[in-house]
C-alpha cells in the first residue's frame, strides 16, 4: 500500500539504528521492480475462451490476481505448437488448479489443449510505465494509485529532508524512553499540510 507520511515511529537497536531506519523509510518510498511467479494457464482454440472464462469466473474466480487479464493471444508460429487463433487462459496458482472439482477440471480437459505454467507478475503496476513494461510478459489491467502517482514516487528533495528529520526526531523520543526505563518507542504525529509537529 501507498506510504502515508509524514508521520515516524521507531525503535531503536543501538547506535547504528537511527541509519537503518531512515534507510526503510527510502525504500518503502520507491516503485516496486518487476517480480515473477509461477501460475498455470491453458492453451485452448480462441472459439473457446468465452466458455473457459465463464468457467473459471465459477470455480478459479482469482480476487488476489484481477490485475492479470485472464486471457492473452498466442501469435501463430511462436514456437511453442500455437496455431493460428489460439490463446492462452490463465487458470491460477498450481494448488488452485490441483484442488478444482472433478466436474470442473473435466469441462477444463474437453475446453482446451494443455495445461502448462506462465510466469507473471506478483503485483500489480503501480506506474503507466510499469504497465508499459510488464505488459510484455503478461496482458494486464491498470488501474492508478488513488490519490496518483506523487503518494509513491514522486516525492520532492525537501519533503524527503522532512521525513527523515522527523525520523530521527522519533528515534530520539524512543531513546529517552529507553533510558527512563520505559519501552523503546518513539512516535512523532505531523500535520502535512504544515509540516508541523502536533504530538
Not at 485452448?44 to 478459479?60: N, Y
Amino acid at each position: 500500500p501507498p506510504p502515508t507520511p509524514p508521520a515516524a515511529m521507531a525503535s531503536p537497536r543501538g547506535e547504528s539504528a537511527a541509519e537503518d531506519v531512515v534507510e526503510r523509510v527510502d525504500v518503502r518510498l520507491r516503485v516496486e521492480d518487476l517480480r515473477l511467479t509461477e501460475v498455470l494457464c491453458c492453451r485452448a482454440e480462441a472459439r473457446q475462451a468465452g466458455a473457459l472464462v465463464q468457467l473459471l469466473s465459477t470455480c478459479l474466480s482469482l480476487p488476489h490476481l484481477k490485475y492479470l487479464k485472464r486471457v492473452r493471444r498466442l501469435p501463430a508460429g511462436a514456437g511453442d505448437g500455437a496455431a493460428s487463433g489460439q490463446v492462452l487462459v490463465l487458470l491460477g496458482p498450481r494448488d488452485d488448479v490441483e484442488g478444482m472439482a472433478p466436474a470442473d477440471r473435466e469441462e477444463l480437459e474437453r475446453l482446451s489443449h494443455e495445461v502448462r505454467p506462465e510466469m507473471v507478475p506478483s503485483f500489480p503496476p503501480n506506474t503507466r510505465e510499469q504497465f508499459d513494461a510488464w505488459c510484455s510478459t503478461w496482458p494486464l489491467n491498470f488501474r492508478p494509485p488513488q490519490g496518483g502517482i506523487k503518494t509513491l514516487n514522486s516525492f520532492s528533495p525537501s519533503e524527503l529532508s522532512s521525513m527523515r528529520s522527523f525520523m530521527h526526531e522519533a528515534l530520539g523520543l524512543a531513546s529517552e524512553g529507553h533510558r527512563a526505563g520505559g519501552c523503546a518507542v518513539g512516535c512523532v504525529i505531523v500535520d502535512p499540510s504544515s509540516l508541523e509537529v502536533v504530538a
